[in-house]
């Protein structure tokens, strides 16, 4: 069970969390050197699969179990005219993620990996951030462990996304709140709000910003103000992980903003996480930049749902196919750099 019932006890859990295994990833280098190739012509694939094992504490390390969580909530600030699509969207999208009907069933299924829905009190959306703070203590709190449960213990990556009409809105204040620049800097179109839905936006984050500029200095205070259910889910997530030694790859915009409050209070907090792509939500490139998070892939995507963390497994797994397939100089009677460097050339005739 988490450890935490509370944000204090929250926080205090961020400032007590294993390392990783550097014998591990020192490991992983090791044989990378004795590998078939130039030294790391392999570019980052050589550092993923250092990564993979320096947080699952082996090597090389596995990917045989990889989960895709999904969380689900809604949001009172849809009620500003900030989404292109009505509230109702969330549920119904869940049930197409149980139909298999959506693009993340078919990524998952192609990157090998389980998926699982956690819808979070849909029918009881957060209160709207521009009149009070969006959850309770108690509601961010149960949001944050439903988020902490849903990751297995023996799951060897966890990929992590989200559904809920609303969020880039909420994510755009919360990453305002954190590392400033208001809604202008921050806010998109999200789902395709027109240019009017956009001015919106923006004004919506400011008059939250505005509303709740007392604890902008809290960041845990920060996410159950301006976050939802879904975001705190993601944030329980990432901290479980870390806790369980597993590495995690984080989706797009929403789902990197909900991570964010944790390198507030931690500055190490996100180093077992990778950011699957850079999406094209206004926004995620700065937030990644912040972050200090260089992207897998940049493809122009920007549904959620966890689709360009759901790719980038494929990227890992062609990764560790090299490091553990590949024949070493020795194995494959091949001479290495520093062989043919020391031999002495043949004289003429």
Same mark, same amino acid.
């Given at each position: 069970m988490p450890d935490f019932t509370s944000?204090?006890?929250?926080?205090?859990?961020?400032? /007590?969390?294993?390392?990783?295994?550097?014998?591990?990833?020192?490991?992983?280098?090791? $044989? &990378?050197?004795?590998?078939?190739?130039?030294?790391?012509s392999l570019g980052r694939l050589e550092d993923l699969v250092a990564w993979l094992a320096h947080w699952q504490g082996r090597s090389p390390p596995r990917l045989d179990r990889v989960d895709v969580l999904i969380f689900a909530g809604n949001h009172g600030v849809t009620r500003q005219g900030v989404s292109a699509y009505p509230a109702e969207v969330t549920a119904q999208m869940v049930a197409n993620f149980s139909r298999g009907g959506a693009a993340i069933n078919q990524l998952a299924r192609t990157a090998g990996a389980s998926l699982?829905?956690?819808?979070?009190?849909?029918?009881?959306?957060?209160a709207d951030f521009t009149e009070q703070p969006a959850l309770s203590e108690a509601e961010f709190i149960a949001a944050a462990r439903a988020g902490y449960e849903a990751v297995a213990a023996g799951?060897?990556?966890?990929?992590?996304?989200e559904m809920g009409i609303g969020n880039t809105t909420a994510a755009a204040a919360l990453a305002a709140a954190l590392f400033g620049g208001g809604g202008a800097r921050w806010a998109g179109r999200g789902t395709g709000v027109d240019d009017d839905g956009l001015a919106r936006k923006r004004g919506v984050i400011d008059r939250a910003l505005a509303r709740h500029a007392s604890m902008l200095h809290d960041p845990p205070h920060v996410a159950a103000a301006l976050g939802g259910r879904e975001l705190a889910a993601i944030l329980g997530a990432v901290l479980a992980a870390r806790r369980h030694s597993i590495p995690v790859l984080l989706d797009g915009f929403v789902s990197t903003a909900a991570a964010a409050p944790l390198?507030?209070? $931690?500055? /190490?907090?996100?180093?077992?996480?990778?950011?699957?792509?850079?999406?094209? &939500?206004?926004g995620h490139r700065a937030l990644l930049d912040e972050l200090h998070l260089e992207p897998l892939l940049d493809l122009d995507m920007r549904l959620g749902e966890a689709s360009g963390a759901a790719l980038a497994v494929l990227i890992l797994r062609a990764a560790l196919a090299c490091h553990t397939g590949m024949a070493t100089f020795a194995q494959a009677g091949v001479s290495d750099k520093d062989d043919g460097a020391a031999r002495e050339p043949k004289a003429a005739g």
């Open positions: 944000i204090p006890e929250l926080r205090a859990l961020c400032l /007590d969390l294993p390392a990783g295994h550097s014998a591990a990833s020192a490991a992983v280098a090791a $044989r &990378e050197a004795t590998l078939t190739k130039p030294p790391k699982r829905v956690v819808p979070l009190a849909l029918e009881q959306p957060t799951c060897d990556l966890v990929c992590l996304g390198i507030k209070l $931690r500055g /190490d907090m996100l180093a077992h996480t990778l950011a699957g792509h850079v999406s094209a &939500e206004a």
